[in-house]
């Protein structure tokens, strides 16, 4: 399992982290569309590549849900 790979208490401070960088990855993308200025390449770069990150996080994420059974 993929919680096996990764413990949970790396697990929580990364998921906190990866948090925290998409939300400033968000606000910059609408500042820059707020301001009808066309986002720079490196920001388009880094959403795309966090995008890609959460797929893994999310896996991750998903692993680790407790249904009861």
């Known amino acids: 399992m993929l919680k096996d790979i990764i413990p949970a208490r790396i697990r929580k401070p990364l998921y906190a982290v990866y ?15 707020t301001a009808n200025e066309a986002q720079p390449t490196w920001l388009k770069v880094v959403l795309a590549v966090t995008a890609f990150v959460g797929a893994g996080i999310g896996a991750t994420a998903a692993s680790n849900t407790d249904t009861g059974e």
């Not at 948090?19 to 569309?33: D, H, K, P, Q, R």
């Open 19 to 33: 948090a925290v960088i998409v939300l400033g990855e968000g606000a910059t993308a609408v500042g820059y569309a």
